[in-house]
């Protein structure tokens, strides 16, 4: 019989391990914002005949353009991102790439993000997430009222929401650092539904606690605990494996528009199905017993294993 509950403590270090170097990357250097926050251009390119990137990012540099982010799509096309440009600029710029690549550049996609707008939707999406979490734990304190302390249930899960938006945002920052990954409105859509489903993940496993609290199976909450887990832990992973599979395909072959989309929904999905198994219920036990207390001295007891 595995124990998880009584493992908690391993469980809690690995978590730190990822979370850490995230925060430490957050606080010194942030997230590489892309123009859905900062302000700037989105292009795509499309070319005649191909174009070799790195001829692309040296005509973008040479006509002013260094900074450029420049990435290529499944179909050939190339999704550029600069600052903001006026249309003579813009009318300038795709006539330089016409004359030094002598081809055909015809221009798929354009918009253009202003400071303020930028602004007003980097506050718009925290606010969004801290709303959400606000009702999130209001819900769940409601769900589990028949419990003792049921908005520590709700304070719980909420603090696993925590640990898998951190792990996110910690190796959103460290690829920003290590190779310019940007996050944009997107972004913040994917978060969202990461929090959305790792929420789902723990409530199923918080459920099934309260059924097996009721029905008693032991006096003991850690027992408790680890055999409701147990009997949620196939249901959790095989879900979790088909988004997972949806995902990565989509990552893997549907362009570089969608990539920073689907990455952030990707490690959203392992770091919830973790959290739903590993963390979440045994911080409730955590609290349950107190930080002082220790480890009682019987197994944990059997448990269907049925979801």
């Known amino acids: ?11 809690f270090l690995i978590s730190l391990i990822i979370i850490i170097p995230g925060i430490i990357s957050l606080a010194v250097s942030g997230l ?3 123009i859905d926050f900062s302000s700037g251009t989105t292009m795509t390119l499309q070319f005649n005949t191909p174009v070799d990137q790195g001829k692309l990012r040296q005509e973008m540099s040479t006509l002013g353009f260094s900074e ?16 903001e440009i006026t249309t003579d600029e813009k009318n300038g710029l795709i006539s330089g790439l016409n004359k030094d690549l002598t081809d055909n550049v015809t221009i798929r996609d354009f918009y253009a993000v202003t400071p303020l707008v930028a602004g007003e939707v980097a506050r718009n999406a925290g606010i969004a997430i801290i709303v959400t979490s606000i009702f999130m734990l209001l819900y769940i304190a409601w769900a589990f009222r028949r419990v003792p302390n049921p908005f520590r249930w709700g ?31 997107m972004f913040i859509t994917a978060m969202l539904t990461v929090v959305g489903y790792s929420m789902h993940n723990t409530i199923v496993v918080f459920d099934r606690i309260r059924e097996n609290f009721g029905r008693g199976i032991s006096k003991d909450f850690a027992i408790t605990v680890n055999a409701s887990i147990l009997e949620t832990v196939a249901r959790c992973i095989n879900t979790s ?24 929904m ?26 002082a207390k220790s480890e009682p001295k019987s197994k944990p007891q059997a448990a269907p294993t049925a979801a």
């Open 155 to 185: 304070t719980c899960a909420v603090i696993s929401l925590l640990h898998d938006v951190l792990i996110v945002l910690g190796i959103f920052s460290i690829l920003g650092w290590a190779l310019g990954m940007q996050v944009d409105a």
């Open 68 to 83: 450029a982010s420049i990435q290529k799509t499944g179909t050939g096309d190339y999704l550029i991102r600069i600052r």
């Open 266 to 291: 990707l490690l959203g999905v392992v770091a919830g199905t973790y959290n739903s198994i590993c963390i979440a219920g045994p911080l409730l036990v955590l609290w349950d017993r107190g930080l």
């Open 241 to 264: 494996l088909t988004v997972t599979l949806v995902v990565l395909s989509i990552y893997l072959f549907g362009g570089a528009t969608t990539r920073e989309f689907m990455l952030a």
């Open 32 to 34: 590489k914002l892309g």
């Open 1 to 11: 019989m595995i124990d998880i509950v009584g493992k908690r403590n391993w469980f």
